[in-house]
Every structure is written in structure tokens, then in C-alpha cells.
């Protein structure tokens, strides 16, 4: 089995390149299952409904989130009733959404995500480690092959959780920092994991945003409203082979693809 990973979409650039290179990366990989971030999907930060639906018809199976998943206020209206869209599993009991579940592939094998957040730099939520335990336990009563999207700020945490999780699931990939790192690796129990798998967006910014913008917040201190950029618009994520047999992953590859 193989999985594509998309990292942050952010706003209509990001979307428009998960609408354009998924068709070619399925050809190319025979992908039977894709999962993106898409936290910042809508205008750069948030989701709704509308933007739900465009990237799943345009091919992505679940949506993950982080820290922004509740800055558009509509997302209160769906969440509960659009299994997929994640939000992160150690938000307190009583949150809207699910922060983890069971999903079919196109070749009709079970895939079990989980979402979670770090909490260094990130806001002090319940522990990811016990609470993303918690689901994997849930999750393997169902299937071997679940995938953990940690969405957080520090290094160390997401090094940490894809140890803790070694041999329990298939693949750790970090999202939020837009930075794709080339530290993937086959852990030795047999779990995928990469840092950060980046992000689909343009590139010709600062994590997504306008050059200019950014500089101006640095330079002066001062409020400044950060504008999605638009320029070298690329599709950044990881693809994870997967012994549906035993749920431990083969291999893992990164995937860097600029939109032309």
C-alpha cells in the first residue's frame, strides 16, 4: 500500500497544487490513499465547508489540522458531521470533531489517522503522547496501518513521539513549521518518520506568506496583516509504502513537485 502525505495546504495557491499534482503523483506512485494538512487551506489560515469539499473532490481522503482549525467560525457548523476533517486528538474532552479515525482505501484496505498537537511553543493542551496512545490502541483493534499526523513547533517533541510510537504505528510525519526536513528514516520497529513534510504553496515567501509582509512584522514590531504569496507555487509531502500485512512501513520518500 502506498500513502501520499501532503504537508500544510495553504490557501489557494496550496490548493490549486494539490488540485493539479494529484492526479500525476497517482499515476505515478499508484497511491491508494492521500491525507493532507489543511489547516491553512482557507486563505491562509482555517477551513470550511467549501474548501472541504474542493480538496476532496479533488482527490484527498482526509483532512488533518493543528492550531488553526477553528480560526473560520463556520467550522463549528460542520465539524461533528464531516468525518473527514480531523482536529487534534488531546483537545479536552467535549471539543467538536474526532481527532483520529478509520478510513477505506481505494483497494479496500483499512487506514487509521490520528491527529495531534504538540504543546512546546503551541498551546498547553492535553498530553499527545498519552492521548495519541489512547487512539492508537482504539485503532488497532481495526487495522495495522495508521498514520499520525503530530502537528507542533519543536523538533524534539515530534523526534520523541515517533520513538514512542515505533513498532505501534505505520508512519510519524510532522506538519506546522512549512519546512520540509530531510530527516525521513524507517525507524527500526519498522514506523515511517519525518519532521515536517512542508507544505503545498509558494515557496517564494516566508513560510507561505507575503516576503514583505513578514519583514515588516520583524523590522518594526508592528501589527501587520500577512497575505498568502504567490510565486514558485510547489506540492511538498512524503509517500510511505506500507506492508498492509503487517502495517510496518518500507519505505518513505519525499516529495518536492513545483507546479508549472
Known amino acids: 500500500m502506498k500513502i501520499l502525505f501532503i504537508g500544510d495546504v495553504v490557501g489557494k495557491p496550496g490548493r490549486d497544487a494539490v488540485t493539479k499534482m494529484i492526479p500525476v503523483l497517482k499515476k505515478e506512485y499508484s497511491l491508494d490513499f492521500i491525507i493532507a494538512n489543511a489547516e491553512n487551506s482557507a486563505g491562509g489560515s482555517g477551513i470550511t465547508r467549501s474548501v472541504v469539499s474542493e480538496l476532496s473532490s479533488s482527490g484527498v481522503d482526509v483532512l488533518t489540522s493543528g492550531d488553526h482549525i477553528w480560526k ?7 465539524i461533528d458531521s464531516e468525518p473527514r476533517l480531523l482536529r487534534p486528538v488531546n483537545y479536552p474532552e467535549g471539543a467538536p470533531g474526532n481527532g483520529w479515525g478509520v478510513f477505506t482505501s481505494r483497494s479496500g484496505v483499512s487506514v487509521g489517522v490520528v491527529n495531534a498537537l504538540g504543546r512546546v511553543f503551541l498551546q498547553p493542551l492535553e498530553c499527545p503522547f498519552r492521548t495519541v496512545k489512547a487512539a492508537v490502541e482504539k485503532l488497532r ?24 510510537l515505533d513498532g505501534k504505528v505505520s508512519a510519524v510525519l510532522g506538519t506546522h513549521t512549512h519546512i520540509q526536513t530531510a530527516d525521513e528514516r524507517i525507524l527500526p520497529q519498522g514506523t515511517a518518520y519525518l519532521t515536517d513534510v512542508g507544505m503545498a504553496g509558494p515557496c517564494d515567501s516566508v513560510i507561505g506568506r507575503k516576503v514583505e509582509d513578514v519583514l515588516s512584522r520583524f523590522l518594526t514590531a508592528l501589527p501587520v496583516r500577512f497575505d498568502v504569496a504567490e510565486g514558485n507555487v510547489q506540492l511538498q509531502g512524503a509517500i510511505v509504502e506500507i506492508d498492509e500485512q503487517t502495517g510496518r512501513a518500507r519505505l518513505i520518500v519525499r516529495i518536492q513537485r513545483k507546479m508549472e
Not at 496501518?145 to 524534539?156: L, Q
Open 72 to 78: 473560520k467560525k463556520d467550522v463549528f457548523e460542520f
Open 141 to 164: 483493534q481495526q487495522t495495522k496501518i495508521i498514520i499520525v499526523d503530530i502537528h507542533a513547533e519543536a523538533t524534539s517533541e515530534k523526534v520523541a513521539l515517533g520513538w514512542y
